[in-house]
């Protein structure tokens, strides 16, 4: 698997579990650091380069939120380690400029995908990738056009409005907010048109748009565009 | 502000009488007050009201007489009228009519002629006692009117106070249960009040004067009984009154009572929820590490050197029984909620500790020192909880305890087994030793835990008949000391089980 490498601190009180991640993710090419407390982080943050940090929320000296404006701030992308019942948490550490989340328990191999998601992004400059592929599927931001199987599919503006956001953090999930700021200039919009729109998109991007494979739903979350397909 | 209610005096017979009037406030009349005098009339005040009257009617006609050389006959007579007027308003009726016979015969026989005499001269001199008498009549009887007025003013207010009384005395009642005490002790004007709950519709107070229903929400829940001495105040409106108000602070008590259950259960559903999401983050605690454990074999396998592999391979079996031991808590736990009786057993404790020791996670970094010697004590337990107990304690002593070994001790203690578990770390400080089998009671929050660990181990302990302490250690050196206290077996049975053993 094609790591892009870079160093990763991770924020973990429990310690079987970052002594699980530590091995695998430095087999995986990155630098790896362990922070069991807030404080600890803060102060690796402060003396050492870090390109991602791994955030568990449940720390035993303060909320891992703390530490998501610190980490932004020295250009470190954030990843949240949550529990999949904890929504409002997601949204808040989104809102607060994390990355990305996942689900507690989850797989290595999901994790290593929102790692790179989370990296790719970073090393593109803020976050501008201008083309997305994913099977059949391509799309152009630059162009403004995207096919299926090379022919050219028409979107309405909010169609093309939602993709572009949605390729631009490709594997990575998207709030409801961002996307109905992106869609309809308006964050309070009713999620619902959301929903409407989303819908439209599957049709005319999905194979079978009952089962979406490439326009992921994270429940009371956000949306996903599932990463890019790397053939 | 609310004022309690004060202490009511009632008036003894001795001062009524010296007040010569019927002291019909009884609750109007507190301590240092001069008892309020009233409105019911004796004979006592008839006549010195009439008294009063002659010699009111007596003082004008001297007036009149003595004016009668520079004013005109006609004057004087009118200074008399004016003399039984007076009286009829400040004496009523009675004293009036008897103000205008003293006026009519002073004036017959000092001012008519023939003077000095009571013969009338002429017809003519009968319309001065025609004029006393009508003006007596007339004055008598607006004086009356404006007693009656006064009186159910007076009245008013002491239904009024009374009221109040009760209402302050009734605002201060939570449980429905006091209700009968505040309306007794708020008493009513003139009356001795008393409230008879009832449940179902049938007045418990049969016997007493005047009976009233009380009603909530169309049902009757008691019966108010008033002892009236004086029916002018304690009347069917009060009594409708009082009632209102009894049915007010039942409904008042009721919602309070209902209030108070619905916290008490959301306390219950909090302590749930907290519950709940202590045991589900403590089982996706290390599913969380054996999943990523397990997929990162599966995913990185080559890629990883053989010693993280093997590591990996440990994590997940040690995080396996970690799982185990929480859902052995859970299960126990359950069982203790269920509140069936524990079967209690006779024991080995010996075993019970090896067991536990072997379920809680000391594996390399703790050691443990001691034990307890196999065969030497019995004691009647429940065996899963007991385990549990020792196990929980082990593991808290693991992550608490510092780097050094953990150290176990025996010993019997009168009926007594003592089992003593000490540790090398921080130890726990005299304030907080009780507080440490409190639930979701975290000492040091930098270390992890749900809070849960020592709180199970005290109610298993407990429900085996045994106790659990915490203490310092026993040889001075930082340290906790946790001691597990069981009866010790002793019966036939025993002996029995021990001869086999032996």
Known sequence: ???????????????????????????????????????????????????????????????????????????????????????????????????????????????????????????????KLNSYTNGPLHVDLKDRRVTLEGHGVRLSPKEWGLLTVLVASAGQVVTHKRLLAAGWGVASTDAQYLRVYMGLLRQKLEEDPSAPRILLTEPGVGYRLAAPSTT | ????????????????????????????????????????????????????????????????????????????????????????????????????????????????????????????????????????????????????????????????????????????????????????????????????????????????????????????????????????????????????????????????AKVADAMALARSEELKTALLSSVSHDLRTPLTTIIASASSLADYGEALPSDTRLSLLRTIVSEGERLDRFTANLLELSRLQSGAPIPTKVLDPADIVASAAVRSSMRNEQQLTGRVPAGAYLVRADAQLFEAAVTNILENAAVHGGKGPIEITSRADGDQFELGISDHGPGIPEADRERVFERFQRLDSMRPGSGLGLAIAKGFVAASGGSIVATARQDGLPGARIVVSLPLARDGLTQEIAVQHA
Not at chain 2, 50 to 68: R, Y
């Open chain 2, 1 to 256: 502000m609310y004022a309690p209610p004060r202490q009511l005096r009632i008036p003894t017979d001795q001062e009524r009488s010296i007040a010569g009037l019927t002291v019909i406030d009884r609750i109007g009349v507190m301590p240092g007050d001069a008892p309020r005098v009233g409105i019911s009339y004796g004979r006592a005040s008839l006549w010195r009201d009439v008294s009063f009257a002659i010699l009111v009617a007596a003082a004008t006609a001297g007036v009149a007489i003595a004016l009668e050389p520079w004013i005109d006959h006609t004057a004087s007579a009118l200074v008399i009228v004016l003399g039984v007027v007076i009286a009829g308003a400040m004496y009523g009726l009675a004293a009036s009519i008897t103000a205008s016979i003293v006026a009519f015969l002073l004036y017959n026989f000092f001012l008519a002629e023939p003077t000095m005499t009571l013969r009338l001269a002429t017809g003519q001199d009968l319309a001065p006692l025609v004029a006393f008498n009508l003006t007596a009549l007339v004055t008598g009887a607006l004086a009356g009117r404006l007693k009656d007025r006064e009186q159910a003013a007076q009245l008013a207010n002491i239904r009024l106070a009374s009221l109040l009384r009760t209402s302050r005395a009734l605002q201060s009642t939570v449980v429905a249960d006091s209700v009968v005490a505040a309306i007794a002790s708020a008493g009513a004007a003139g009356a001795e009040l008393v409230f008879c709950p009832c449940d179902g519709g049938e007045d418990p107070g049969v016997g007493l004067a005047g009976s009233y229903p009380v009603v909530v929400s169309n049902e009757t829940v008691g019966f108010l009984h008033a002892n009236a001495a004086n029916t002018a105040v304690v009347d069917q409106d009060y009594l409708a009154t009082v009632g209102a108000l009894i049915a007010l602070a039942l409904e008042r008590a009721d919602l309070s």
């Open chain 1, 1 to 127: 698997m094609p790591d892009i490498g870079g160093a990763i601190l991770v924020v973990e009180d429990e310690a079987a579990l970052a002594a699980v991640l530590a091995p695998v993710l430095t087999a995986a090419g990155y630098a790896v650091a362990i922070a069991q407390t807030a404080a600890q982080a803060r102060g690796h943050l402060d003396s050492y380069a870090v390109d991602l940090v791994l955030l568990d929320l449940g720390l035993p000296d303060d909320d891992g939120k703390s530490l998501i404006e610190p980490a932004a701030a020295v250009g470190a992308a954030v990843i949240v380690i949550s529990a999949r019942h904890q929504e409002t948490e997601k949204i808040a550490s989104l809102d607060r400029g994390a990355d990305d989340y996942v689900d507690k328990p989850f797989e290595i191999g999901v994790l290593m995908a929102r790692i790179r998601a989370a990296l790719r992004r970073r090393g593109n400059g803020a976050g």
